[in-house]
């Protein structure tokens, strides 16, 4: 008997691998958009590869990528630190802190990242004087605002505090996924609050909260292309100053798309290992 055939009792079943042509319909497609890809990018003169060889490791682009790994760093250590305060405000039995926490996440989650980095990189026109003593009453020392803050800081605070909403709800649907049982049972053994929280509730949170803080990770990233707006020189901005004298607006964007998915893509390999780490006995 032949492959592709079977024997019963009937007769003789001629088998007949069931046919999929759409999936050649799209790979047809996606090759022939790949090889117009490739054709654009070798032919078309706009690119410029060679200009962008030049700029590519020049000193202020490097500085521009320092600072722009500096800020996501900044941004996002912050952030997280932050989001846990607030997660844990949400979360509270007082009224008062999940209120206050509501409302946090609630003004930094509902206005633009961009506008609020306008509203810090100007904030000494809101506050023109920074003092310290006692709550509504006097002052023992003031100082000029614009003295005491720079733009590093305002773009990195500006980031910070917009990250912190995002995470304090990441953080939030990371404990609310561990099983309330886990903490009553935390409790019997007699763990304080504190003990429960760090040893048993936020290592099993951890699954939950790794893949979108690896995500808000990378989306910072190209986010601190938005301090322009402070004004702040990072990447995106380095390479604005420098098309402004060369003209070559294309080439230099390009260049600074291809060290942004570099630096991108070192990350996405961090998230995939810290993932992996978090994930144990739950992969599919």
């Known amino acids: 008997m032949s492959a592709g ?34 054709n654009n990018l070798v032919t078309n003169e ?13 000193p202020a682009v490097l500085e521009g990528v320092r600072t722009t ?10 952030g997280v630190l932050l989001g846990i305060v607030l997660a844990l405000m949400r979360l509270s039995a007082n009224p008062l802190l ?9 003004v930094f989650r509902g206005t633009p990242l961009f506008t609020q980095l306008l509203i810090w990189g100007n904030i000494g026109a809101l ?12 002052e023992f020392v003031t100082a000029q605002t614009n003295a005491l803050y720079s733009a590093a800081a305002a773009a990195a605070l500006g980031l910070l505090f917009n990250e912190a909403a995002y995470m304090a709800e990441i953080v939030r ?16 053994l007699g763990l304080t609050r504190a003990q429960t929280l760090r040893r048993i509730i936020l290592p099993q949170a951890m699954r939950v909260i790794a893949p979108p803080t ?18 702040y020189t990072e990447l ?44 144990k006995g739950y992969a599919r």
């Not at 790994?69 to 912050?78: F, R, Y």
């Not at 506050?127 to 509504?136: A, M, V, W, Y």
């Not at 649907?173 to 019997?188: K, L, M, P, R, W």
């Open 127 to 138: 506050f023109p004087t920074l003092g310290l003593g006692i709550p509504f009453g006097p």
């Open 98 to 106: 999940r209120g206050a926490a509501w409302v946090y996440v609630w």
């Open 173 to 188: 649907g990371g404990i609310q996924s561990v099983d309330t049982g886990q903490q009553e049972a935390a409790s019997a």
């Open 5 to 38: 055939q079977t024997e019963t009792r009937t007769g003789t079943i001629k088998a007949v691998p069931v046919r999929h042509p759409g999936r050649w319909v799209a790979a047809v497609a996606v090759a022939v958009l790949a090889a117009m890809l490739v």
């Open 69 to 78: 790994i500096w800020l996501t760093l900044a941004a996002m250590l912050g």
């Open 236 to 279: 995106t901005f380095t390479v604005q100053n420098i098309y402004s004298h060369t003209y070559q607006i294309i080439p230099m964007l390009v260049m600074a798309c291809i060290w942004y998915l570099f630096l991108s893509s070192l990350m996405m390999i961090g998230q995939h290992y810290l993932e992996r780490h978090y994930g």
């Open 46 to 58: 706009a690119y410029n590869w060679a200009e962008q060889l030049k700029f590519l490791f020049a």
């Open 214 to 231: 690896g995500n808000e990770a990378i989306s910072m990233l190209k986010n601190t292309a938005l301090v322009a707006a402070v004004p």
